[in-house]
């Protein structure tokens, strides 16, 4: 029945992330003993203080439409919050609050992106970027980041992709899916050939901003000679455990937050209100249970670089960010068990999937193949088991 859908629904590839998710859960209702690695979801709770915000906000009746781009309270603590932690200033007409960070990064898409026109986009990149782009009918280019260079592109490579075409830069720092994190330097150094290209604006997708593990988060919007190019986006999902609250927000030049006031209008209207007073909450309360959840996931980190050096032939770095690592494969390309042979990264998962019951993510779904991602957002003793298990799932691979 394809023929009756549009070609834009046909040509949409399905998030493998949550792809692998789906058939985790098919495989747990089955009875099987699967470890998920697969999603980005911190598996703390949301806070409490949050939580009872949005109690407080159901029983004072905050039930009714909000304005499109959010109450305008919290729009005024996300431009404090921009300028406590990042010394960026914003005002609220600048700000869009959308159903997470994934609908401000379409919104801000969609709204500056005609047919044709070309988004560069560091490889590896989070699986909606291209999918994203191609909705709006743009053309991504990509340029790819190896893991001997912490998986970050240089300027060379941004400038030598850019052409008269180019409309975006779409890139996210901690990224999802290596953890790697631009430096101010590296950050100056993007910015300094974005000023030679005016017609050019970048996407930071900064989502992470908050699971950082070298001292503090850059910004590429605080270089005040690019800042009316850049775009930031952020969200409450990953550094306060709210990824079901759906809470994400861009800071624009004002005629892009109006045009995207405009989309959201038409398309999803404002996100939940109550999900708004618990996000008002997050922006305004002491990050002190965000330390103590970043300095778990650091100890996680650690523990599963340890686990996999054990591994013969798996290559990693050092992430300094969100909760992955992003090992390359490429040693176990076309080996086999007898059974089954690993002609590429998504056989790799599926045979660890199948034969292990440990689920990953191929890295052609981030578009650099032979590489896997692993999500060490859950506990210690699941991840020793997962590892342990990975471990004897490729000494079968001869």
Known sequence: ??????????????????AMACLCRELKLQGHNVIDLSLGEPDFNTPDIVKNAAKAAIDNNFTFYTPVSGYLDLRKAICNKLKRDNNLDYAPDQIVVSNGAKHSIANAVLCLVNPGDEVIVPAPYWVSYSEIIKLAEGV??????????????????????????????????????????????ELKKLADVFAKHKNIYIISDEI???INFNGGHQSLAQFDFI??????????????A??????????????????????????????????????????????????????????????????????????????????????EISYYIGKSDGKTTIKTDDDFCMYILKSVQVAIV??????????????YATSNDLLIEAIKRIKKALSELK
């Open 242 to 327: 709210m990824t079901g609250w759906r809470i994400g927000y861009m800071a624009a030049p004002k005629f892009i937050a109006k045009a995207c006031d405009k989309l959201q209008g038409q398309i999803t209207s404002a996100p939940s209100s109550i999900a708004q007073k618990a996000a008002l909450m997050a922006m305004n309360t002491d990050l002190s249970v965000v330390r103590e959840m970043v300095k778990v996931f650091k100890e996680r980190r650690d523990l599963v670089l340890s686990l996999l050096k054990e591994i013969p032939g798996l290559k990693t770095n050092t992430p300094e960010g969100a909760f992955y690592v992003y090992p």
């Open 208 to 210: 992470y901003e908050h």
């Open 362 to 375: 191929p890295g052609s779904a981030f578009g650099t193949p032979n590489y896997i991602r692993i999500s």
């Open 1 to 18: 029945m394809e023929h009756i859908l549009s070609n834009r629904i046909n040509n949409l590839s399905e998030s493998a992330t949550l």
């Open 140 to 185: 991504p280019v990509y340029i790819e980041a190896k893991i001997d260079s912490d998986f970050k592109v240089t300027p060379e490579q941004v400038e030598a992709a850019i052409t008269p075409k180019t409309k975006l830069f779409l890139f996210s720092s901690p990224c999802n899916p290596t953890g790697s994190v631009y430096s101010r330097e």
């Open 227 to 240: 800042k009316e190019n850049v775009i930031t986006i952020n969200g409450v999902s990953k550094g306060f």
